[in-house]
């Protein structure tokens, strides 16, 4: 489903394993404007979460549909972030639900989740991956032969879909690869095996050796990844619940 407000197009994504509602959208921004997050940045940022938060405050099963978009005085909403970075909600005083952001190809991502999953959001396009990649540095063998599956044997598109699978997922554990290695994040086979009927696939997604001891509420796999192919390039969006496995 998608949705028009203010020339921004929001989309709600297909639940992952009960998580969510969870709103997705993009606009069009000079890479310029985007790099250093300055003043025109945080104004197109700004712009993005207010979509987002419009069609969640209006979505019934929501955990903040108590702050309506309505009454916007009262909850006056801002962009904040923790220690490593990982921005989530202000509605007010009160913490609200977390959101992420990503640039690719001239345009900002943000995604935000209706329930209380931290999540992560990346685009990767294939055009990145061109030359000599250390692929054996970042993916597992049976991951990539996974993702060639699934790319017609594109290795730069394969290569970018799991790329957005990673990103996304350290976005979402809130610490980029500051604190993560690429390698110590395993995409599993995609749940469902071929892609669905928006082009998209879900994968469990683990976490191992350093990565699983500094977050070790990662394990049983209880995060998730959206992947959801966009021309030249994959759009991922992880979900990571911190009260079930």
């Not at 892609?195 to 994968?203: H, L, Q, R, S």
Request: overall charge neutral.
């Amino acid at each position: 489903m998608a949705q028009d407000h203010h020339e921004i197009t929001v989309h709600n994504m297909s639940p992952v394993h009960g998580r969510g509602p969870v709103f997705y959208a993009s606009m069009s921004c000079a890479n310029e404007t985007l790099k250093g997050c300055g003043t025109n940045g945080a104004g197109e940022r700004h712009r993005l979460v207010c979509a987002l938060w419009e069609h969640l405050a209006a979505t019934e099963s929501s955990l903040w549909n108590r702050c309506q978009a309505s009454n916007r005085a009262a909850f006056p909403i801002r962009v904040v972030r923790g220690l490593l970075g990982r921005p989530h909600l202000l509605l007010g005083d009160d913490r609200g639900p977390a959101i992420s952001f990503s640039e690719d190809g001239g345009k900002l991502w943000a995604a935000l989740c209706g329930d209380e999953s931290d999540i992560g959001i990346d685009a990767a396009g294939s055009d990145e991956f061109h030359g000599e990649y250390p692929f054996h540095r970042v993916f597992h063998p049976q991951e990539l032969q996974h993702a060639l599956m699934l790319t017609g044997g594109d290795l730069e598109t394969a290569s970018a879909l799991l790329w957005s699978v990673k990103e996304a997922v350290v976005k979402a554990l809130g610490c980029a690869f500051h604190l993560v290695d690429p390698r110590q994040i395993t995409v599993y086979p995609s749940a469902g095996g071929a892609a669905g009927e928006d082009g998209g696939v879900t994968f469990p997604v683990g976490l191992s050796g350093k990565a699983l001891a500094r977050f070790p509420i990662a394990a049983g796999r209880s995060l998730w990844v959206r992947s959801l192919p966009r021309r030249k390039m994959w759009l991922s969006i992880a979900l990571l619940n911190r009260h079930h496995g």
